[in-house]
């Protein structure tokens, strides 16, 4: 079965670059999406297929996807941007796949 | 503006049938796929299945033989059942709406909290 990688945090001064990867046996030849969870509420789509952002996403958010890793990119970050983080692909071989989630914790 | 409106049983006893319902308002139910999601507490996010409007579906094959996924076109609604309920079954359900031509969910449910516990 396929499985993506993320790791379990990563740390980011106010207003800097933060850049959350989502590693998988060459995901650069898949579809990536990225999903924001903030505490006691549903996923949001930030990021989908690889690059594109959904209506009202800010354009501090972008993607990359290239080899065996694809890259969530929050520039400017704001205290607001505190949250789980999490990558999901589509294979054929178990459909639906998320990452294990990251936690983004704004300094 | 599409919303997601889920609700069903929040508390059930080991081998019983969970069984959620998610009606879709504000907009277009043909066209789509919609999908159950699911999230343990404190745990990451699992995809349990899809269905189209015309009712076709695909599950994830470790949930396969325990899961059905209905669809009524004449309410817009999905139903989630999942049978033989364990403790592990204890999660956060969402219903979500799937991006045509895309595998990513742009549209959530709140999430209905179950827990399963004798």
């Known amino acids: 079965s396929y499985e993506l990688t993320q790791p379990l945090s990563v740390s980011v001064a106010l207003g800097q670059t933060a850049r959350i990867t989502c590693g998988g046996n060459n995901i650069g030849s898949k579809n990536v999406h990225w999903y924001q969870q903030k505490p006691g509420q549903a996923p949001v789509l930030v990021i989908y297929r690889d690059t594109n952002r959904p209506s009202g996403i800010p354009e501090r958010f972008s993607g990359s996807n290239s080899g065996n890793t694809a890259t969530l990119t929050i520039s400017r970050a704001q205290a607001g941007d505190e949250a789980d983080y999490y990558c999901?692909?589509?294979?054929?071989?178990?459909?639906?796949?998320f990452g294990g989630g990251t936690k983004l914790t704004v300094l | 503006q599409v919303q997601l409106q889920q609700w069903g049983a929040g508390l059930l006893k080991p081998s019983e049938t969970l069984s959620l319902t998610c009606a879709v308002y504000g907009g277009s139910f043909s066209g789509y796929y919609w999908s159950w999601i699911r999230q343990p507490p404190g745990k990451g996010l699992e995809w349990i299945g899809e269905i189209s409007h015309s009712g076709r579906t695909n599950y994830n094959p470790s949930l396969k033989s325990r899961v059905t996924i209905s669809v009524d076109t004449s309410k817009n609604q999905i139903s989630l059942k999942l049978s033989s309920v364990t403790a592990a079954d204890t999660a956060v359900y969402y219903c979500?709406?799937?991006?045509?031509?895309?595998?990513?969910?742009?549209?959530w449910g709140q999430g209905t909290m179950v827990t399963v516990s004798s």
């Open positions: 979500a709406r799937t991006i045509p031509g895309s595998d990513a969910f742009d549209i």
């Open positions: 999901q692909v589509w294979d054929s071989s178990t459909e639906v796949v």
